[in-house]
């Protein structure tokens, strides 16, 4: 009989209570593989005296939430109620266990050749990354906010110039366009998907059009939440205006948008794998797609202090390279990243069919639309709810972890002040900052979890 000693003693102990419950743990599964090898006419005494019908696993204990906390995973102090475990909004650590073999042994190949920044590490990532979007080229740099820049001033972007993006974003969506010297424009969003109105585009764009339309540089749609935006349509308003389409593609690996995957739509699309994301490395990094080789060429300069041999500088660039050992993490991860994806859309449709049973309790909660048009791959399962903050105190009391992505539209922000918005310019994200939730969303998600988030959220509705 093979037992893996990972069973147990699957991981390190954090604390004096833990190390006792490591302990414990294995000495029973020690007394469980002498059960397995006992004779059978005293294996049912053994086993009825100890209770031996399956090994312990501590990864599922619930002490293990006291000791492994991440701050944006789960609430400090959440107590254990009737033994369940909390659930946690992402559990990084499940999906390691599956991996972590894979990983090591990249990290130790890493380690060995000693080529910690870029080299053939990185240069391998480039070309998977590349093949799975379907872009010709893919420049790795050192994270999501620096592909954003790279993408934006390969594209010409720069002082004098404006970029029209989404007030609904994280907030490198906006700062990388005032880092490549430009302005932000903020349009709102289409109310049903959260993603950049194509209308409300147009509409900007043709207001602008007689005094500063010729200032507007660039599109640099967002796919929030792994849906891809309208991209037919902002190829259309693109074209017909003569700006440059950047995708920000950050929560999108996988996506696609009419049989077309995100990152091989626009000029340049840029990616994130900060440890959050679909695809996350073990620290931060990011990615750029394009189809010019041009533009790829530029921004391999870029990432390298605008060197396009060493120690020979032809423009000023930024210190953006990628770490090799990040490369070696995602290549691993990359071969997962579709069955990955497709259990969150399975969780998605769970999600769906629960809130669907339960009416949405009247309407009191509502879904975020899909399209037809697009795959998404629920980076996020979001809902809203106009009693968001007092559903979100009550989820906590029951240890399920959530967050509010975003709670204060970039346009309302006040490093933007400058810009002149005020409350009122952008009424449809400023009404989803108010409403939006993310329930917990990963792959390793189990439906009895699910069901306990759906029911926890029933029970606050009464």
Same mark, same amino acid.
Request: hydrophobic share 40%.
């Given at each position: 009989?093979?037992?893996?000693?990972?069973?147990?003693?699957?991981?390190?102990?954090?604390?004096?209570?833990?190390? %006792?419950?490591?302990?414990?743990?294995?000495?029973?599964?020690?007394?469980?593989?002498?059960?397995?090898?006992?004779?059978?006419?005293?294996?049912?005494?053994?086993?009825?005296?100890?209770?031996?019908?399956?090994?312990?696993?501590?990864?599922?204990?619930?002490?293990?939430?006291?000791?492994?906390?991440?701050?944006?995973?789960?609430?400090? %102090?959440?107590?254990?109620?009737?033994?369940?475990?909390?659930?946690?909004?992402?559990?990084?650590?499940?999906?390691?266990?599956?991996?972590?073999?894979?990983?090591?042994?990249?990290?130790?190949?890493?380690?060995?050749?000693?080529?910690?920044?870029?080299?053939?590490?990185?240069?391998?990532?480039?070309?998977?990354?590349?093949?799975?979007?379907?872009?010709?080229?893919?420049?790795?740099?050192?994270?999501?906010?620096?592909?954003?820049?790279?993408?934006?001033?390969?594209?010409?972007?720069?002082?004098?110039?404006?970029?029209?993006?989404?007030?609904?974003?994280?907030?490198?969506?906006?700062?990388?366009?005032?880092?490549?010297?430009?302005?932000?424009?903020?349009?709102?969003?289409?109310?049903?998907?959260? %993603?950049?109105?194509?209308?409300?585009?147009?509409?900007?764009?043709? %207001?602008?059009?007689?005094?500063?339309?010729?200032?507007? &540089?660039?599109?640099?749609?967002?796919?929030?939440?792994?849906?891809?935006?309208?991209?037919?349509?902002?190829?259309?308003?693109?074209?017909?205006?003569?700006?440059?389409?950047?995708?920000?593609?950050?929560?999108?690996?996988?996506?696609?948008?009419?049989?077309?995957?995100?990152?091989?739509?626009?000029?340049?699309?840029?990616?994130?794998?900060?440890?959050?994301?679909?695809?996350?490395?073990?620290?931060?990094?990011?990615?750029?797609?394009?189809?010019?080789?041009?533009?790829?060429?530029?921004?391999?300069?870029?990432?390298?202090?605008?060197?396009?041999?060493?120690?020979?500088?032809?423009?000023?660039?930024?210190?953006?390279?990628?770490?090799?050992?990040?490369?070696?993490?995602?290549?691993? &991860?990359?071969?997962?990243?579709?069955?990955?994806?497709?259990?969150?859309? &399975?969780?998605?449709?769970?999600?769906?069919?629960?809130?669907?049973?339960?009416?949405?309790?009247?309407?009191?909660?509502?879904?975020?639309?899909?399209?037809?048009?697009?795959?998404?791959?629920?980076?996020?399962?979001?809902?809203?709810?106009?009693?968001?903050?007092?559903?979100?105190?009550?989820?906590?009391?029951?240890?399920?972890?959530?967050?509010?992505?975003?709670?204060?539209?970039?346009?309302?922000?006040?490093?933007?002040?400058?810009?002149?918005?005020?409350?009122?310019?952008?009424?449809?994200?400023?009404?989803?900052?108010?409403?939006?939730?993310?329930?917990?969303?990963?792959?390793?998600?189990?439906?009895?979890?699910?069901?306990?988030?759906?029911?926890?959220?029933?029970?606050?509705?009464?």
């Amino acid at each position: 009989m093979q037992f893996k000693i990972a069973t147990l003693i699957p991981e390190t102990p954090k604390c004096d209570e833990h190390i %006792n419950q490591v302990l414990r743990t294995f000495a029973r599964n020690i007394a469980y593989c002498k059960y397995r090898i006992l004779d059978s006419r005293i294996k049912a005494v053994y086993g009825k005296l100890y209770n031996l019908r399956q090994p312990l696993d501590l990864t599922r204990c619930p002490h293990r939430a006291r000791c492994y906390n991440p701050r944006f995973l789960m609430p400090k %102090n959440v107590p254990i109620r009737d033994g369940i475990r909390p659930i946690p909004l992402l559990d990084l650590n499940r999906q390691y266990l599956l991996i972590r073999p894979a990983v090591l042994s990249a990290i130790e190949r890493v380690c060995s050749s000693q080529q910690f920044v870029l080299g053939q590490e990185v240069e391998a990532f480039e070309q998977e990354l590349a093949a799975y979007v379907g872009a010709a080229y893919a420049v790795g740099c050192a994270s999501g906010t620096d592909a954003l820049w790279l993408s934006l001033a390969a594209a010409g972007v720069g002082p004098g110039h404006r970029v029209i993006t989404s007030p609904f974003s994280f907030f490198a969506s906006a700062s990388s366009i005032v880092r490549a010297g430009a302005e932000p424009v903020f349009v709102d969003v289409d109310p049903g998907s959260l %993603n950049l109105a194509p209308a409300e585009v147009r509409k900007a764009l043709s %207001n602008a059009r007689s005094s500063q339309g010729s200032r507007i &540089k660039a599109l640099l749609p967002v796919h929030l939440y792994g849906q891809c935006a309208d991209m037919t349509a902002f190829e259309e308003i693109a074209a017909e205006f003569g700006l440059a389409l950047i995708e920000d593609a950050a929560q999108a690996i996988g996506a696609r948008w009419e049989e077309r995957a995100a990152g091989s739509i626009g000029l340049a699309a840029a990616f994130s794998f900060y440890p959050t994301k679909n695809l996350s490395a073990y620290g931060e990094a990011g990615i750029v797609t394009t189809n010019d080789a041009e533009m790829a060429a530029h921004m391999r300069r870029l990432r390298n202090h605008g060197s396009p041999e060493r120690y020979r500088h032809v423009e000023f660039g930024w210190n953006a390279r990628m770490d090799a050992i990040q490369a070696a993490v995602l290549r691993v &991860k990359l071969r997962h990243i579709d069955p990955w994806n497709r259990s969150r859309r &399975k969780h998605r449709d769970t999600y769906d069919r629960l809130f669907q049973d339960a009416g949405w309790f009247e309407g009191r909660v509502r879904p975020l639309e899909t399209s037809t048009h697009a795959f998404h791959v629920s980076h996020q399962y979001v809902i809203r709810s106009p009693r968001r903050d007092e559903l979100r105190a009550f989820l906590g009391s029951r240890g399920i972890a959530t967050e509010v992505y975003y709670p204060l539209s970039l346009h309302l922000q006040p490093v933007f002040s400058y810009l002149g918005y005020k409350e009122g310019d952008l009424p449809e994200a400023e009404r989803a900052s108010r409403e939006v939730l993310a329930l917990p969303m990963f792959p390793e998600l189990t439906e009895e979890e699910i069901e306990r988030v759906v029911g926890a959220i029933r029970e606050f509705y009464g």
